[in-house]
């Protein structure tokens, strides 16, 4: 078994343990009482949501701006940026950790592509590898690196409250449509132990003869969650899910001074207890229930052995989201 804090660290959480067992205790207690409270407000506003009109569209393409994997030539973050083009518009989904790594703005200038391209941005959720980096999530500010170009009043949707420069910050409540002819799912919540109460939305488009594409940032509410929002949206059949799913099992995408930090944050446990295969054998057989053709997954949440499980247990195609790539659907 692989460690999550390098023992390098041992000594220093021993010597810190007289304040940092009291933290953990008392964080433990918010953490449950917002666990209990994340699945009644999802739970209402999944019943209280109402069917949306989706356009029928023929035409989603994604291309991958910065992922944790990569095509040749392409730089590699364990943050998402995804720019989708229906023949309705564009949607920028997420900004990576923005201006902190090089990877947004290097693989931008190999695409050629500019912000100006984009119609609106949408930011999944207020994550440092969502929303541009630890100083945006500090500041709650949004900034894209200079060489995208500067924004020139476009949306920017958002499920909390933070400024985007350049931008038109909304705030996205519930489902709705928003630009190209894609939705959002609405904010939905999960409780999480180091990071608190996450608001997190993700996107549904109709695609002609095929169904739904549901695309996620981290996929925090987790998918099943995700999926009872999109049942309520559409009685469309679930043709296509993408993004991220959050399945740091035996390693973290995202580390830092020994620190395999998705393993430990984001996971919707306690620090003292781990993602399991047993969770993931749970959505695996969920996802197999409402059958997708294709599931196109992000490697920057999820580990090479959830990934491949995913691959191997999956019904539906499976492709893992690479950086440079482009996907139709
Ligand atoms: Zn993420
Ligand atoms: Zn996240």
New binding site residues.
């Given amino acids: 078994m692989s460690y999550r804090i390098s023992p390098l660290w041992w000594p220093v959480l021993a010597l810190f343990s007289p304040i940092l067992l009291p933290y953990l205790l008392v964080k433990n207690i918010r953490f449950r009482k917002n666990l209990q409270k994340s699945l009644e407000v999802n739970r209402e506003r999944i019943e209280g949501a109402e069917t949306l009109e989706l356009p029928q569209l023929d035409h989603f393409e994604l291309t991958v701006l910065v992922e944790h994997k990569t095509s040749p030539g392409f730089l590699g973050s364990p943050g998402v940026s995804y720019f989708i083009k229906t023949e309705q518009g564009s949607l920028l989904f997420d900004i990576g950790f923005g201006k902190e790594t090089p990877a947004l703005s290097e693989n931008a200038g190999k695409l050629g592509f500019t912000i100006k391209d984009a119609n609106a941005l949408l930011i999944?959720?207020l994550?440092?590898?969502?929303m541009g980096g630890f100083k945006a999530v500090r500041k709650m500010h949004i900034t894209l690196p200079e060489e995208m170009g500067a924004a020139s009043g476009q949306p920017c949707f958002m499920p909390g409250e933070a400024d985007a420069e350049g931008f038109r910050a909304e705030l996205v409540t519930k489902p709705r449509l928003l630009v190209a002819g894609i939705a959002s799912t609405g904010p939905l919540v999960r409780s999480?132990f180091l990071?608190g109460w996450?608001e997190?939305q993700a996107i549904v488009a109709r695609l002609k003869d095929k169904g739904l594409v549901v695309f996620t940032?981290?996929?925090?509410p987790t998918i099943e969650t995700i999926l009872q929002m999109v049942r309520q949206i559409s009685d469309e059949p679930i043709y296509a899910v993408g993004g991220?799913l959050?399945f740091p099992i035996t390693d973290s995408p995202f580390k830092k001074l020994g620190i395999k930090a998705q393993m430990i944050w984001?996971t919707g446990k306690p620090p003292w207890q781990r993602l399991t295969d047993e969770d993931l054998t749970r959505t695996i057989e969920n996802l197999n229930a409402v059958a997708p053709r294709h599931v196109l997954l992000s490697a920057h949440?999820t580990c090479d052995h959830a990934i491949d499980r995913f691959r191997n247990e999956l019904e539906a195609e499976v492709d893992v989201l690479k950086a440079g790539g482009t996907y139709v659907l």
Avoid at 127 to 130: A, F, N, R, S, Y
Avoid at 217 to 220: D, T, V
């Fill in positions: 999944s959720h994550h440092p590898d969502h999480l990071m996450t997190e940032g981290c996929g925090h991220g959050h984001g949440d």
